[in-house]
């Protein structure tokens, strides 16, 4: 009687120790667990996808270069591919620039080149550098042209650029000095960006 009363003592003292055990080790488990699921990733910018923005108006360029009997007025119908990075920017590349100059001249882009830019929709400003081929005297010329940029043509004109306002009207406005170390030349693109305003 007293060898089944130690047996049946000894069986509960085993399944109390094994509980406790069981217990302890799931604690411990939680405890190593616990800190991962406070653990937050910091979210990687998103990029947008490219897409294409219509660029429509005109072009405007004055030069006192020989020759070049401006100012010049002339039709722009282009496109950009328009893409954001990862600080909200966006990125404007324009592959395709054709500007009919007269019967004889086409002004376009240099062989191999864009233009490129960027918008910057904290300001709605925009700045690019355009690169052209087939200007009289000079053959190539590379323009800086900005929304917040001003110059005073080689008329007398004050020319402004203007930002880009909620249905995508703009004016890029830059000049060029030394050309052909005594000439200079300025330029003016008044256009409108359709669709507009960009969106992610």
């Known amino acids: 009687m ?28 939680a405890a190593q667990e616990a800190p991962c699921s406070t653990i937050t990733s910091t979210p990687t910018p998103t990029v947008a996808k490219p897409g294409k923005v219509s660029v429509d108006g005109c072009i405007t360029i004055w030069s006192d270069a020989p020759g070049f009997n401006g100012p010049k007025i002339k039709p722009l119908h282009t496109s950009a591919v328009v893409a954001r990075d990862s600080a909200g920017d966006w990125n404007i590349t324009i592959a395709d620039l054709s500007i009919a100059w007269n019967a004889n001249t086409q002004l376009m882009l240099q062989d191999g080149k864009v233009a490129s830019g960027v918008f910057l929709p904290s300001t709605n400003s925009i700045m690019m550098n355009i690169p052209l081929k087939g ?5 190539t010329i590379t323009f800086k042209v900005s929304t917040d940029d001003s110059a005073t043509t080689t008329d007398g004109q004050i020319i402004r650029g203007s930002r880009v306002d909620l249905k995508g009207n703009t004016t890029l406005v830059g000049s060029k000095s030394r050309i052909g170390l005594f000439f200079q030349a300025q330029m003016s693109i008044q256009c409108k960006l359709s669709p507009w305003p960009l969106s992610i």
Do not use: D, E
């Not at 049946?8 to 406790?20: D, Y």
């Open 135 to 139: 200007l009289p005297l000079v053959k």
């Open 2 to 29: 007293k060898r089944l009363i130690m047996v049946v003592m000894s069986l509960v003292v085993l399944v109390g120790l094994n509980t406790m055990g069981s217990s302890f080790l799931k604690a411990s488990t």
